[in-house]
């Protein structure tokens, strides 16, 4: 169904919705909504309001309250509004009802990432692995929801299975996914071979929320020309390339990008392409140390990693973007003595996090990036030795 998706239509107008629920605060929810805001740009879409409302729990009809839905129909009425982008799952019923009161076509931050993720599937590995994601997350929405699936309008969130009229029926659906599930299956048999065939090198894999630099460390380490963009998700495909740090072979393979909310069928869908995590021997854990989230975002990897039973490797820690960090906590005034301090505490509070395994870089402006080579030739050299204790022939 990826061949057949439509065209995008360039810059669609959206609103952002947010809900604060207990044990959020407005700022959390703001922060959210800036990332929400990113992920529609990275699909096309430019932001041009949002709504947030206070409850305890999202309404099970409308997932915001009636006076705040009203409040969103009032602003829309009279602007040319494409789309409502909901920052939390909503279930089939409820996009019914919501765009049926808005009059707009409306998706939630799932239905985003899949857009996203649909466009960017390169190899037939990812666009099975897309699909798949797909239908598994539309199959609990068919209920009243075939409407909203059936418009030939295009834009974001009718991308792929959603856009053909002939599978209206739960029995087809749920088909379609067992015979996507047997062709990924066979997908992965190959990779698996084609994992086994790489012999006895270490496997090093690089992990990280989105948009935090891996793609340009990756080019930085192994001298390759990996696709690095400015956008969320800019690769769904592992790239794997044979490195050598003074004479000391080793794989380096970059993944794709972890992010908060991520669609629970779709981490079951890439399970396959995280296999390259999961059988890595060291992970080194790429961190946006500038963004003013960074410790959420660790959490959501650690919590990823947790998932697929990754998370008791050896991992390094690579603090990215200190030029972005420096620049955002360093004005003109301050003296050399005072950022001085600044950087030192920043290094002994994550030196004391990480046992001592972390390092500090810039990769676009590649500082630091020697010693983050020394560091992890030493890993790799630690791990040669522990795996073949009678091997001399990588030192």
């Not at 969103?72 to 799952?89: A, C, H, K, T, W």
């Amino acid at each position: 169904m990826i061949e057949k998706q439509q065209k995008i239509k360039s810059e669609e107008r959206a609103v952002l919705v947010g809900l604060v629920q207990k044990d959020q605060t407005e700022e959390q929810v703001q922060e959210y909504l800036d990332e929400l805001a990113f992920l529609a740009e990275t699909a096309g879409a430019h932001s041009i309001k949002r709504f947030t409302q206070k409850m305890q729990h999202p309404d099970s009809r409308t997932f915001v309250g009636k006076g705040k839905l009203e409040e969103i129909q009032q602003y829309i009425s009279g602007r040319n509004i494409d789309l409502v982008i909901f920052d939390d799952e909503l279930s089939g019923s409820q996009i019914t009802n919501i765009e049926k009161a808005l009059g707009v076509k409306t998706i939630d931050r799932s239905d985003l990432i899949l857009d996203i993720f649909a466009r960017r599937a390169r190899t037939a590995q990812a666009k099975v692995q897309v699909e798949l994601a797909q239908y598994q997350y539309l199959l609990p929405r068919l209920k009243g929801m075939w409407k909203h699936l059936e418009r030939q309008g295009g834009g974001i969130g009718t991308r792929g299975p959603g856009e053909t009229e002939i599978e209206t029926d739960r029995r087809i659906v749920k088909d379609k996914i067992s015979l996507l599930k047997k062709k990924l299956a066979e997908i992965d048999k190959q990779s698996f071979t084609q994992r086994k065939d790489r012999g006895e090198f270490i496997r090093v894999s690089l992990v990280g929320y989105t948009n935090v630099g891996k793609s340009t460390l990756m080019n930085l380490l192994s001298k390759s020309d990996v696709f690095a963009e400015n956008k969320l998700f800019a690769t769904l495909d592992t790239t794997t390339r044979k490195v050598v740090f003074e004479n000391t072979p080793f794989l380096l393979s970059d993944t794709v990008g972890f992010i908060r909310k991520l669609p629970h069928h779709l981490v079951e869908s890439f399970k396959s392409t995280l296999d390259e995590v999961r059988e890595a021997d060291i992970l080194l854990h790429v961190v946006d140390i500038s963004h003013p989230q960074h410790e959420d975002q660790m959490g959501a990897v650690n919590k990823t990693l947790q998932e697929i039973k990754a998370f008791d490797k050896p991992i390094l820690t690579i603090f990215n973007k200190m030029d972005l960090y420096e620049e955002k906590n360093f004005d003109e005034w301050l003296g050399t003595d005072v950022k001085f301090e600044i950087l030192r505490e920043l290094r002994e509070k994550w030196e004391h996090h990480t046992e001592h395994n972390c390092v500090f870089v810039s990769a676009i402006e590649r500082k630091n990036i020697d010693l983050l080579r020394t560091v992890v030739l030493h890993k790799v050299r630690e791990m040669y030795k522990v795996r073949y204790p009678y091997k001399t022939v990588y030192f």
